[in-house]
């Protein structure tokens, strides 16, 4: 920061402003460690209590939360803000897509054959230079010669605005995601006495703020008071071990670091630029990779948005961007179901787009060559060569012209805009997706382990039978029926060992329920002691926070809780709570009938969990032990050998705590249950309570065959005699597993990695997993879709996830599903459509210029048609709405091809009733409407009807067609359901009077010639005949058509991890270069319409041989193995490439 030292920010820095240190003097103290900061804050400040009283706050009541106050701080300390990276101008983003490969070529060729065109050679208008059909020129023509160029540039220039102002757009989506998660991100402060929850940027330097188990430090602090305090500093130091925070040995806690156990209160000294990670971040210039490693608030959003920008530096965007994957170690998530069969279906397309492109230039060459110099026997003449050149870059660019084409050019917007509306309408399905392509792969899964608290559940809970006294009560006793003494024990136990943030507040509305704020487990004990009418708050003012001796907290392997509190008398007492029955095992001694303790023998303890606990536990209900034990005050018994403290207990009573199942989870269950979706259910919970639950769900029926299994038990029986977990093993366990109880994290995380590398299922299995704990972080980043608990779960578990589910409910999963489904199947509908204006457009224009030198559908028709049609199809066929219908079938699954043999059925079957009918009209048209042949025409003759009806139907026939795309599984109604989508209806309105405007007013520039009122019927008329003819090929079946094969089908070979090795160091969430992946087809999309624009000048050179022979790539591309029965010259092609050998598809390392 030497830079600083002459600026008036820094001399404004050294000022205190009224306070008793400086942002400097707060900004060097946060930069030491341990003990050396504990002697600094001694020293300097007179201890922690010094620290507050100079930062003008209060250790116990906090700022008073007056305005001028708060100003102030801000203005002196700085907000809690890291500035944002500055997006990219426009202009940066305008220059990134210039670097498309194919663009350059395109450029190159553009400024070859704009130079060639004002060269005007000696013997320029020689005859004996000779001319080529492909391209015969008059006056006319030689003047307009730099037209082509001119149109090339042109359309490199629109291509390149729109893919600017796409990724400008999406930037700016992606920045308006990221505030809105941002604000979401909530932080409890204490001011004015008062625990509040506070935006994460409202945190000013000298508040006092709560830390607890789970949370995502927002600012540094100096801790106050801690119990347990564990933190992960490994986003700021590396070290991966949790460092253990107390006020007397480490007392610094800094931004970014995530709390993974205890509790406690730190006094805020540093936010936003001038905390430790903000000043990391201002070092390294919030640059791009530096979005992704920015801790603070910034969630993944940012570093995708970044990576998303980078667009394609390849011409076939594939093959070496997965190349670029593999260098960069096998990314930690799989592709996505859909991405990895369109990026393969893109690369055999591309494969055949070069073949193709390739070929149409040898055969321009060889047909120019051999009509010049063999058949007319001309000399290669100096004066001439220039004019060959020229003629050699029309081929050229009549070459690259193919290649571009050969892409259906709306699939990539297809892919985005249905992305894009899915994830928008999700969110109001409570569904808040944070990775695009979580929402496709939703679609595929296959199995959803899921919590149960909260999830399944309603995560309120209620005390609804304890055993207390020697008696079992089925409902809550009368307080009187309990003696006072074990009432007293009972009482504080609860008050003081629960985290003091636990509280229940008065209802929001009167006769509402009570409100329960923090861990809902302790919620539900502090209602039982309302209930025993006592009051918790006084006993926690007796012994307020900074009074307890020494905490336990809960964590995973603990299973429970205890507080030890020093006793007027000098002795202390520890209070204990925790499942039954682990605390149980731990209990020697149990209070009776007046309170007073009685031995406690291990067959009393069996005879309790068979009367007590399973009953309890049957009817669905978790079990928590109450316990306490006393220890003599000299000698002080050594805190730190956990063993021997928690042990020789008393216990008070058992409490069974109810958490009714959510209302509308069991249709839920039954529904993904439907649609092949297996429900498991993973809990920490006691095997008779979460089997009750799991029946109640619906997960399992009774008289089924299936496990319900501890993890203790699941553990013994996936692992060997080294203890090492073996994937056979698991094999055995996991197709009948249904409820996985008292189960730690880590089983959570074998089990989801268990069943996504099983191979012994034929479909590799797509696993969602919900978590709302920061233990369950492993679990969210292993899965196929991680969903994280927007209510109830920590930032830690939110930054691990895919989706967050804002109503915490699991009915919401079940919405993503459908979402999903939708997603993949608007991609398919959207397919069949374009390949069917693909083979059509590229036959006609091949045959009709083979034939008559001159394409039937001119330059700009067939731009119309493509670009116009492909991006309002693309509008159209992407914004279906989701049906109930999507649910009623089973998972695709990564083999399923993307083109099935249906949809191969319906694309071929139209193709040959179009082509059926244009050719009808192009070599008959005349006879059949009695007007002149506008075959053969001479090179300038003014637009012909014969052409313009050829033109009309072609488009009519699309436009019905269109109607047809909209079911692809071969059902009969093509318009069910078609009015709840008013954007299709208005796009098929629309383009029909544009092609009126079109056809009546287009003239020369449109090649039309303006149709009367019978003409148009009959146009229209064979455009009808699309529907009737869609009800023909639906009720051919397909069993009849064997040699229907499939496309984008993703073979064993291209599912097989890449790199295993590097799983387990590779615990990083790679989601953005996910992100990146997906993007791909959006640029290499996006660069596809230059060629659209590209295709007008190919045309006009008259050379439209070539055109169609580019159309007929992208087909042969597009249906690779689809189209062998179109043309005999493509057979060998497109076996060729259906042999699933492309290296761009296959996955970047399985999960």
Same mark, same amino acid.
């Given at each position: 920061?030497?830079?600083?030292?002459?600026?008036?920010?820094?001399?404004?820095?050294?000022?205190?402003?009224?306070?008793?240190?400086?942002?400097?003097?707060?900004?060097?103290?946060?930069?030491?460690?341990?003990?050396?900061?504990?002697?600094?804050?001694?020293?300097?400040?007179?201890?922690?209590?010094?620290?507050?009283?100079?930062?003008?706050?209060?250790?116990?009541?906090?700022?008073?939360?007056?305005?001028?106050?708060?100003?102030?701080?801000?203005?002196?300390?700085?907000?809690?803000?890291?500035?944002?990276?500055?997006?990219?101008?426009?202009?940066?983003?305008?220059?990134?897509?210039?670097?498309?490969?194919?663009?350059?070529?395109?450029?190159?060729?553009?400024?070859?054959?704009?130079?060639?065109?004002?060269?005007?050679?000696?013997?320029?208008?020689?005859?004996?230079?000779?001319?080529?059909?492909?391209?015969?020129?008059?006056?006319?023509?030689?003047?307009?010669?730099?037209?082509?160029?001119?149109?090339?540039?042109?359309?490199?220039?629109?291509?390149?605005?729109?893919?600017?102002?796409?990724?400008?757009?999406?930037?700016?989506?992606?920045?308006?995601?990221?505030?809105?998660?941002?604000?979401?991100?909530?932080?409890?402060?204490?001011?004015?006495?008062?625990?509040?929850?506070?935006?994460?940027?409202?945190?000013?330097?000298?508040?006092?703020?709560?830390?607890?188990?789970?949370?995502?430090?927002?600012?540094?602090?100096?801790?106050?008071?801690?119990?347990?305090?564990?933190?992960?500093?490994?986003?700021?130091?590396?070290?991966?071990?949790?460092?253990?925070?107390?006020?007397?040995?480490?007392?610094?806690?800094?931004?970014?670091?995530?709390?993974?156990?205890?509790?406690?209160?730190?006094?805020?000294?540093?936010?936003?630029?001038?905390?430790?990670?903000?000043?990391?971040?201002?070092?390294?210039?919030?640059?791009?990779?530096?979005?992704?490693?920015?801790?603070?608030?910034?969630?993944?959003?940012?570093?995708?948005?970044?990576?998303?920008?980078?667009?394609?530096?390849?011409?076939?965007?594939?093959?070496?961007?997965?190349?670029?994957?593999?260098?960069?170690?096998?990314?930690?998530?799989?592709?996505?179901?859909?991405?990895?069969?369109?990026?393969?279906?893109?690369?055999?397309?591309?494969?055949?787009?070069?073949?193709?492109?390739?070929?149409?230039?040898?055969?321009?060459?060889?047909?120019?060559?051999?009509?010049?110099?063999?058949?007319?026997?001309?000399?290669?003449?100096?004066?001439?060569?220039?004019?060959?050149?020229?003629?050699?870059?029309?081929?050229?660019?009549?070459?690259?012209?193919?290649?571009?084409?050969?892409?259906?050019?709306?699939?990539?917007?297809?892919?985005?805009?249905?992305?894009?509306?899915?994830?928008?309408?999700?969110?109001?399905?409570?569904?808040?997706?944070?990775?695009?392509?979580?929402?496709?792969?939703?679609?595929?899964?296959?199995?959803?382990?899921?919590?149960?608290?909260?999830?399944?559940?309603?995560?309120?809970?209620?005390?609804?039978?304890?055993?207390?006294?020697?008696?079992?009560?089925?409902?809550?006793?009368?307080?009187?029926?309990?003696?006072?003494?074990?009432?007293?024990?009972?009482?504080?136990?609860?008050?003081?060992?629960?985290?003091?943030?636990?509280?229940?507040?008065?209802?929001?509305?009167?006769?509402?329920?009570?409100?329960?704020?923090?861990?809902?487990?302790?919620?539900?004990?502090?209602?039982?002691?309302?209930?025993?009418?006592?009051?918790?708050?006084?006993?926690?003012?007796?012994?307020?926070?900074?009074?307890?001796?020494?905490?336990?907290?809960?964590?995973?392997?603990?299973?429970?809780?205890?507080?030890?509190?020093?006793?007027?008398?000098?002795?202390?007492?520890?209070?204990?709570?925790?499942?039954?029955?682990?605390?149980?095992?731990?209990?020697?001694?149990?209070?009776?009938?007046?309170?007073?303790?009685?031995?406690?023998?291990?067959?009393?303890?069996?005879?309790?969990?068979?009367?007590?606990?399973?009953?309890?536990?049957?009817?669905?209900?978790?079990?928590?032990?109450?316990?306490?034990?006393?220890?003599?005050?000299?000698?002080?018994?050594?805190?730190?050998?956990?063993?021997?403290?928690?042990?020789?207990?008393?216990?008070?009573?058992?409490?069974?705590?109810?958490?009714?199942?959510?209302?509308? +989870?069991?249709?839920? =269950?039954?529904?993904?249950?439907?649609?092949?979706?297996? &429900?498991?259910? $993973? @809990? %920490? #919970?006691?095997? /008779?309570?979460?089997?009750?639950?799991?029946?109640?769900?619906?997960?399992?029926?009774?008289?089924?065959?299936?496990?319900?299994?501890?993890?203790?038990?699941?553990?013994?029986?996936?692992?060997?005699?080294?203890?090492?977990?073996?994937?056979?093993?698991?094999?055995?366990?996991?197709?009948?597993?249904?409820?996985?109880?008292?189960?730690?994290?880590?089983?959570?995380?074998?089990? +989801?990695?268990?069943? =996504?590398?099983?191979?012994?299922?034929?479909?590799?299995? &797509?696993?969602? $997993? @919900? %978590? #709302?704990?920061? /233990?369950?972080?492993?679990?969210?980043?292993?899965?196929?879709?991680?969903?994280?608990?927007?209510?109830?779960?920590?930032?830690?578990?939110?930054?691990?996830?895919?989706?967050?589910?804002?109503?915490?409910?699991?009915?919401?999963?079940?919405?993503?599903?459908?979402?999903?489904?939708?997603?993949?199947?608007?991609?398919?509908?959207?397919?069949?459509?374009?390949?069917?204006?693909? +083979?059509?457009?590229? =036959?006609?224009?091949?045959?009709?210029?083979?034939?008559?030198?001159?394409?039937?559908?001119?330059?700009?028709?067939?731009?119309?048609?493509?670009?116009?049609?492909?991006?309002?199809?693309?509008?159209?066929?992407?914004?279906?709405?989701?049906?109930?219908?999507?649910?009623?079938?089973?998972?695709?699954?990564?083999?399923?091809?993307?083109?099935?043999?249906?949809?191969?059925?319906?694309?071929?079957?139209?193709?040959?009733?179009?082509?059926?009918?244009?050719?009808?009209?192009?070599?008959?048209?005349?006879?059949?409407?009695?007007?002149?042949?506008?075959?053969?025409?001479?090179?300038?003759?003014?637009?012909?009807?014969?052409?313009?009806?050829?033109?009309?139907?072609?488009?009519?026939?699309?436009?019905?067609?269109?109607?047809?795309?909209?079911?692809?599984?071969?059902?009969?109604?093509?318009?069910?359901?078609?009015?709840?989508?008013?954007?299709?209806?208005?796009?098929?309105?629309?383009?029909?009077?544009?092609?009126?405007?079109?056809?009546?007013?287009?003239?020369?520039?449109?090649?039309?010639?303006?149709?009367?009122?019978?003409?148009?019927?009959?146009?229209?008329?064979?455009?009808?005949?699309?529907?009737?003819?869609?009800?023909?090929?639906?009720?051919?079946?397909?069993?009849?058509?064997?040699?229907?094969?499939?496309?984008?089908?993703?073979?064993?070979?291209?599912?097989?991890?890449?790199?295993?090795?590097?799983?387990?160091?590779?615990?990083?969430?790679?989601?953005?270069?996910?992100?990146?992946?997906?993007?791909?087809?959006?640029?290499?999309?996006?660069?596809?319409?230059?060629?659209?624009?590209?295709?007008?000048?190919?045309?006009?050179?008259?050379?439209?041989?070539?055109?169609?022979?580019?159309?007929?790539?992208?087909?042969?591309?597009?249906?690779?193995?689809?189209?062998?029965?179109?043309?005999?010259?493509?057979?060998?092609?497109?076996?060729?490439?259906?042999?699933?050998?492309?290296?761009?598809?296959?996955?970047?390392?399985?999960?």
């Amino acid at each position: 920061m030497g830079d600083m030292r002459n600026s008036d920010f820094y001399a404004k820095n050294q000022r205190n402003e009224g306070f008793g240190c400086s942002l400097m003097e707060l900004r060097g103290l946060m930069e030491l460690r341990g003990s050396e900061a504990v002697v600094k804050i001694q020293e300097e400040y007179g201890a922690i209590e010094g620290l507050c009283h100079r930062l003008k706050t209060s250790q116990t009541e906090g700022l008073t939360g007056d305005e001028v106050d708060l100003t102030k701080r801000r203005e002196v300390f700085g907000k809690n803000l890291i500035p944002p990276k500055k997006p990219k101008t426009f202009i940066e983003l305008v220059w990134e897509a210039l670097q498309d490969v194919t663009l350059i070529i395109l450029e190159i060729a553009a400024i070859i054959s704009l130079g060639l065109s004002f060269y005007r050679p000696p013997g320029g208008n020689n005859q004996s230079c000779g001319t080529a059909n492909a391209g015969a020129e008059d006056e006319g023509e030689a003047e307009a010669g730099w037209i082509e160029g001119a149109a090339i540039l042109l359309s490199v220039v629109c291509v390149v605005l729109v893919t600017a102002f796409n990724d400008w757009s999406k930037e700016k989506q992606f920045r308006g995601l990221q505030s809105r998660i941002e604000q979401e991100q909530k932080f409890q402060v204490v001011r004015g006495g008062q625990v509040i929850q506070l935006p994460v940027a409202d945190i000013v330097v000298g508040d006092i703020a709560q830390v607890k188990y789970g949370d995502l430090l927002p600012a540094d602090g100096v801790l106050i008071q801690g119990n347990d305090l564990k933190i992960d500093e490994s986003s700021l130091t590396g070290e991966s071990d949790h460092v253990r925070k107390s006020a007397d040995k480490d007392p610094m806690l800094l931004s970014g670091t995530h709390v993974m156990e205890g509790s406690g209160r730190m006094v805020v000294t540093a936010v936003g630029v001038n905390s430790q990670s903000g000043i990391i971040f201002t070092l390294l210039g919030a640059g791009g990779e530096e979005e992704e490693k920015k801790e603070k608030k910034v969630k993944k959003q940012d570093g995708a948005a970044a990576m998303e920008m980078q667009p394609l530096k390849s011409a076939e965007g594939g093959e070496t961007d997965d190349k670029e994957k593999k260098k960069s170690g096998g990314s930690k998530k799989e592709k996505s179901v859909l991405q990895g069969k369109l990026t393969k279906l893109a690369v055999q397309i591309g494969k055949a787009g070069l073949g193709m492109s390739a070929l149409t230039v040898i055969i321009l060459v060889l047909y120019f060559a051999i009509d010049n110099f063999v058949l007319q026997k001309r000399q290669w003449l100096p004066e001439c060569t220039p004019i060959y050149i020229q003629y050699f870059v029309k081929f050229f660019i009549i070459g690259v012209t193919v290649l571009v084409v050969a892409v259906p050019e709306g699939l990539p917007l297809a892919v985005t805009i249905s992305l894009a509306y899915s994830v928008k309408k999700m969110m109001k399905d409570n569904n808040l997706v944070r990775h695009l392509d979580a929402c496709e792969t939703m679609g595929n899964a296959t199995a959803i382990c899921s919590d149960k608290t909260g999830t399944l559940t309603t995560n309120r809970m209620t005390a609804v039978q304890c055993y207390v006294g020697d008696i079992h009560y089925k409902v809550i006793p009368d307080p009187s029926s309990i003696p006072p003494k074990t009432l007293d024990f009972l009482v504080n136990s609860i008050s003081i060992n629960s985290a003091y943030t636990s509280k229940i507040l008065p209802p929001d509305k009167d006769g509402g329920l009570p409100k329960q704020v923090g861990n809902k487990t302790e919620c539900g004990l502090l209602g039982l002691i309302i209930d025993l009418k006592r009051d918790y708050q006084t006993i926690r003012n007796q012994i307020p926070e900074e009074k307890l001796y020494k905490v336990y907290t809960f964590n995973s392997v603990r299973k429970s809780m205890s507080t030890v509190i020093k006793l007027p008398d000098g002795n202390f007492r520890m209070y204990s709570k925790g499942a039954s029955e682990i605390i149980l095992k731990k209990c020697n001694r149990i209070l009776n009938e007046v309170g007073e303790p009685r031995v406690f023998r291990p067959r009393d303890r069996d005879e309790m969990v068979k009367k007590v606990i399973e009953p309890m536990a049957s009817d669905g209900l978790r079990t928590i032990c109450v316990a306490y034990r006393d220890f003599p005050g000299n000698p002080e018994p050594n805190w730190e050998d956990e063993n021997n403290i928690l042990t020789d207990l008393t216990a008070i009573c058992v409490v069974g705590i109810e958490d009714p199942v959510r209302p509308e +989870v069991p249709e839920a =269950i039954r529904k993904c249950q439907r649609a092949g979706i297996t &429900v498991r259910m $993973v @809990t %920490g #919970d006691n095997i /008779n309570t979460a089997r009750a639950i799991a029946i109640k769900c619906g997960i399992i029926h009774p008289g089924e065959d299936f496990l319900c299994i501890e993890g203790k038990e699941f553990n013994r029986r996936i692992r060997n005699e080294k203890g090492e977990v073996e994937q056979e093993r698991i094999d055995k366990v996991w197709p009948k597993l249904r409820v996985l109880a008292r189960s730690s994290p880590t089983d959570k995380h074998t089990l +989801v990695k268990g069943i =996504i590398d099983s191979t012994m299922v034929e479909q590799r299995q &797509v696993v969602a $997993v @919900t %978590g #709302d704990g920061t /233990n369950d972080g492993p679990a969210l980043k292993k899965a196929d879709v991680g969903f994280a608990m927007g209510i109830a779960g920590t930032d830690v578990a939110k930054e691990a996830s895919d989706i967050i589910l804002t109503d915490d409910n699991f009915s919401s999963i079940v919405k993503a599903v459908m979402w999903g489904r939708n997603v993949y199947d608007s991609i398919s509908k959207f397919l069949q459509f374009q390949l069917t204006v693909n +083979v059509v457009a590229v =036959i006609v224009a091949f045959t009709g210029a083979c034939i008559t030198q001159d394409s039937p559908l001119k330059a700009v028709q067939m731009l119309w048609v493509n670009l116009i049609m492909d991006t309002f199809a693309s509008l159209a066929l992407a914004t279906e709405p989701p049906t109930e219908s999507l649910l009623m079938r089973k998972p695709y699954g990564r083999n399923k091809p993307l083109i099935s043999s249906t949809m191969t059925k319906n694309i071929l079957g139209h193709a040959v009733y179009q082509l059926v009918i244009i050719f009808t009209l192009l070599f008959v048209g005349e006879r059949l409407f009695d007007i002149d042949s506008g075959r053969n025409a001479p090179l300038h003759a003014p637009p012909s009807e014969h052409y313009t009806i050829i033109f009309n139907t072609f488009v009519m026939m699309q436009l019905f067609n269109e109607i047809n795309a909209r079911k692809i599984h071969g059902e009969r109604n093509v318009f069910e359901g078609i009015y709840r989508n008013p954007i299709f209806c208005s796009i098929v309105l629309g383009t029909f009077g544009i092609q009126i405007v079109i056809v009546q007013f287009g003239g020369k520039p449109f090649s039309c010639s303006p149709l009367d009122a019978e003409k148009w019927m009959w146009c229209v008329f064979l455009g009808l005949g699309e529907l009737v003819w869609g009800q023909v090929i639906s009720s051919i079946p397909n069993n009849k058509l064997r040699f229907l094969k499939a496309a984008g089908q993703l073979s064993q070979k291209d599912d097989m991890p890449e790199e295993e090795l590097n799983e387990d160091q590779e615990e990083i969430d790679h989601a953005e270069r996910e992100l990146r992946r997906g993007q791909i087809l959006w640029f290499r999309g996006l660069s596809r319409i230059q060629t659209q624009i590209e295709v007008v000048n190919t045309f006009k050179s008259g050379t439209s041989f070539q055109g169609s022979l580019r159309r007929q790539s992208s087909t042969t591309s597009q249906n690779q193995d689809v189209t062998n029965v179109s043309s005999p010259s493509h057979l060998s092609l497109s076996n060729a490439l259906s042999s699933p050998t492309s290296t761009a598809a296959v996955p970047a390392g399985q999960c």
